[in-house]
């Protein structure tokens, strides 16, 4: 082994004591007047295991079931936060995930502290998941197959979580493994003290040195039996639970200890970490340099559980806080391993890894599989399917997509091609113009000229210069500059589930995935309308008065952070709140709150712009907003990358005192020919009339559904925009909406999901959308939610 670990060593993986720490045991009256008080709630309770927390199940009077978790004093506040932000992180990318969702207390704080004995605890309720734990049953290939495909999403959805309140140093990381080497003498078995030693010899000579170039993440770190949920009836998986441990450590490390609590009796150790791993991978591919160190740190994590278990039982007097069974397992499994020759445990993993997974919805399609396979190695995990099942289009026409084997789709969703898929005039113009010249707006150009005036001409007079970049994310971040140049403000103000894009600056913004507590203290949230009468309100109606208040409270507290807002940014028709309608004039003292603190309105044009609401050719002109400042992006050009920024001529003047500004592609000749040939159509073919008639129609076909499926709670929208809010007894139900898209994809027709609770259907076909669309699209949907139940 390398050099000895000290004592200091290993403490500064418990810093805090929190394994030693004594378990908060509070009364059940103590209990029963916390959930009244800061809950509303009522029940019986029951006590759950906990290593270092009192956890109990609540079996509510209102016939829901939840989790009362109050943590041992020695556990960081911020660590509590950071494990609450990743349940919430979890439920805004993957609300179909299994896993608890958390519970906000009745002034909406997510951690709740209460005294006992004099000393304050922190407390925290999330939902219970049914069934029983998985340790319970004897596992098969099917259950190692869905629970690798169950973590493998789980840390799909958490790779684009981020939080600096996590651990640093946690006990039960297997990166910080060698911090134990001190306690094995603990160890009373000659010969398994002497496996232990081999196994932490072999993690320092041979992985740790490898595990500091590998992948890092936030990962759940604990992953067995004990805290996967089973259906003791049908054997299926029912979720995952106890995130305690969560930390960031190498990606590797949950799946090693994954699988390394599933071989526990079982000879074919290397045929068991296959079926996880190949179900793991088809979620979250993983790299070659990381299969090389698993198996070493399967065993490493054999042996660390055996460590801590006897430093536990030291401590404990000699009783073991641990299922000594359990621990017999494990020894014999480490023993196991050892007897695998590290080079082929290696190359069969890796067969493993590139292995078609059995748990993944049945596909003969090679080609589509392929595809997946060579966009996972070509470009990484960012790039997702957007459905579970198979679907690649390759031809588009009007509002239909067209698949490789000839089916055909009726497009509900994508808003790029405004004027439909591959609309000839469109496509005409723009081959034209690449044919005759294409280069940057550094040169005086007749055609990008004549397309800024022809945008103009449809504008306020007040917003009389435009400037061209390439996308939505480019337009917001450059009215943003101009907005903090003109005001000499330093704040930010949005809607509390908005998206504005992905710049840096620009997707600081991006309230539909940053939790509240992480926004930059430059950025203050304000709700979306909830309008009295309004079906979905939900009883949160504000007054325009009340509403207005709102945004007066997100200015002061801008002011208390040291920022004075610079602007508003706003989507006229707050599309990813929940599309949430607003009468006339509602806005304006809200507005006016924005212009008293010196800010500027930024009307976010990307969702609304050129008629889709039907009743104006812009969103804000729909919502009765006078913005400084408008930004376009997706279906200005059909699908061609064009963005444009629509202001007022000082505040352009003032931005370029102090600044400069310059883009190369943006409004390039072949893109000003698309903006073009897209007003052209929309002209000729009276698409905003269209939008206005056609949506009236297919709005109410969706609300004709209502009386026949409790599920709907609100249909909304104004024009070619609508949305369909899928909901389970009263509650936003984000699971059965993924399962309803997923239903419809089958059925031929596509939407998406959007809104605070990822429960809202989003349906925003192509302006070419008819009337026999719409019929088509309803009677998917009847049929679709028939089918959910």
Sequence with gaps: MSAKRTEASFEAADADGILTARVPRLTTGELEALLDEAYGLRGTLRPLSGERDQNLMVSASNGRAYVLKIANAAEPSKVLAFQTAALDHIARVDPGLPVPRTVAARDGSAIVSVLHDGVSFSARLVTHL???????????????????????????????????????????????????????????????????????????????????????????????????MRDPRSGAITGLIDFGDMVETQIINEVAIAVAHQLYGEPDLLGIVGQFLSAYCAEMPLEREEIAVLFGLVKTRLAMREIIVAWRTALAGGVSPYRTDISELGWQALSRAFAIDPDQATATLEKAMNAPAASRPASTDKTYEDLLARRRSAMGPIYKEFYQQPFMPVKGEGVWVTDAHGKRYLDAYNNVPHVGHCHPH????????????????????????????????????????????????????LAWRIAIANSGGSGALVTTSAFHGNSTIIGALDTSTIPAEQLQPWVGAVPAPAIAGAAGDNGKAL????????????????????????????????????????????????????????????ADEV????????????????????????????????????????????????????????????????????????????????LQENALQVGAYLRAGLAGLMSRHAAIGDVRGTGLFAGVEIVEDGAAAPAKARAVIEDLLKRGVLVGVTGAGRNLLKIRPPMVFSRENADLLVDALDKALAAAG
């Design 607 to 686: 969702q609304t712009a050129l008629g889709r609401t039907g009743t104006h050719f812009w969103g804000f002109q729909h919502a009765g907003i006078v913005p400084d400042i408008v930004t376009m992006g997706k279906p200005m050009g059909n699908g061609m990358p064009l963005g444009v920024v629509v202001a007022c001529r000082a505040l352009v003047e003032g931005f370029l005192q102090t600044q400069r500004y310059f883009n190369t592609f943006g409004g390039n000749q072949v893109a000003a020919a698309a903006g073009h040939a897209v007003l052209d159509v929309l002209e000729s073919e009276n």
């Design 130 to 228: 049914p069934g029983q734990p998985a340790l319970e049953f004897r596992t098969t290939p099917a259950f190692r197959r869905a629970t690798g495909g169950l973590v493998g999403r789980l840390d799909r959805a958490l790779s684009g979580f981020r939080h600096g309140g996590g651990p640093s140093r946690m006990i039960w990381d297997l990166h910080h493994a060698a911090d134990l080497a001190d306690r094995i003498r603990l160890i009373a078995d000659p010969a398994r003290r002497a496996l232990a030693e081999r196994a932490m010899a072999d993690f320092c000579e041979h992985t740790l040195p490898a595990l500091s170039s590998l992948r890092r993440q936030v990962v759940h770190n604990d992953a067995h039996q004990n805290n996967i």
């Design 426 to 477: 469109v496509a005409d113009t723009m081959a034209k113009q690449a044919g005759t010249f294409n280069s940057n707006t550094r040169y005086p150009s007749e055609i990008v000229v004549a397309y800024a005036e022809r945008l103009l001409a449809t504008m306020p007079d007040h917003l009389d210069t435009a400037i061209f970049v390439c996308s939505g994310t480019e337009a917001n971040e």
């Design 543 to 602: 007054s325009p008065t009340a509403y207005a208040g709102k945004y007066s409270e997100a200015i002061k507290g801008l002011e208390q952070r040291g920022h004075r807002p610079a602007a508003l940014f706003v989507c006229p028709v707050f599309a990813s709140d929940g599309l949430y309608p607003v009468p006339e004039a509602y806005l304006d003292l809200a507005v006016a709150e924005v212009r008293r603190a010196g800010g500027l309105i930024v």
